[in-house]
């Protein structure tokens, strides 16, 4: 079966091409000098709300830590680790995430007297209770020990628009996709077979994504058995966690995953730029609900199903 349905739609984000540039994260980077040679470099995120990015040790499975890179450069050695400091109160204690802010900051010592670009990349997820963007990996250039600037470098990066809603169209159509076993299967196979098929997109990482799915099984199993159907396709780019979640959420629908993340070419082709999105499609591939969560589902799902 292959049926495509035009469905003009509020979107969550903003088109793929620009999401990256789109993101509710500013950047302000600075250097000061602390001792001859010896300077501190500042990496400064503002967050607009209600968004929120991870620490750099942050390891509980949902969101992804933020990291900072500097570049190998002959004239530059690292003195001790990049440090970090929100804006919110710790007491002592690394956050689950920062809300507001937090400055990361690393000291390091130039070798000889010259002028020194130093280079870094900065990668970071940003996410509210509702939806996680894509990861956001940008490369910057901070100048240092420049005579002529008459003062340490500093560089500023503005925040783009916050992603908000807007009028797009979406195509559905059925695709094959491999399963956790690497098996690849056909979705014609499972939206054939139900009355409706409910096509969640989501990932490990996504706090918001697993919440909501778990939320999704006591409906699966009340009309599984009336012709319900679910397909969980995930955006992550790593098998295990992704397997890991699976198992630990008890996921017992059809799971999917290229493991190619936001760049799979089917995310790309529904126009996925926030997670988690779903659609609900009937038998012939008409799309008849999208974006429902909560009571909204319950009740989108009561109606459908109480027509035999």
Known sequence: MKVIIY????????????????????????????????????????????????PQSFSGGIGMPTTI??????????????????????????????AKGVAFSQTIRLRSDEKTTLGFRIRFMACNDQMCLPPSSRQYTLVLNDKNAGSAGAEDEKA?????????????????MPDPEGKKISTATITAGNRYTFIDFWASWCGPCRAQGRALMPLYKKYRDQ?????????????????????????????????????????????????PRNIVVNDKGVIVAMDLHGKELETKLAELFKFK
């Not at 003009?8 to 001859?36: H, I, Y």
């Not at 992603?163 to 797009?168: A, E, I, Y």
């Open 160 to 176: 783009g628009t916050v992603p908000g809603k807007r009028d797009t169209v979406l195509k559905y159509e059925d695709f094959e």
């Open 227 to 275: 012709g319900f159907g679910v397909i969980g396709i995930s955006l992550d780019t790593d098998a295990a966690p992704w397997r890991k979640a699976i198992a630990a959420d008890g996921y017992t629908w059809c799971n999917l995953s290229d493991l190619k993340g936001f760049d799979s070419p089917i995310i790309k082709k529904f126009g996925i730029n926030a997670i």
């Open 7 to 54: 469905l003009a739609f509020m979107s969550l984000t903003a088109a793929a091409g620009r999401a990256q540039d789109n993101q509710p994260v500013s950047w302000k980077f600075s250097s000061e000098a602390t001792a001859p040679l010896t300077y501190k470099i500042n990496f400064v995120a503002s967050i607009k709300e209600p968004f929120h990015i991870y």
């Open 69 to 98: 890179s500097i570049e190998e450069n002959a004239n530059v050695e690292l003195i001790g680790e990049i440090g970090e400091k929100g804006v919110e109160p710790s007491n002592g204690e690394t956050p689950a995430f920062y």
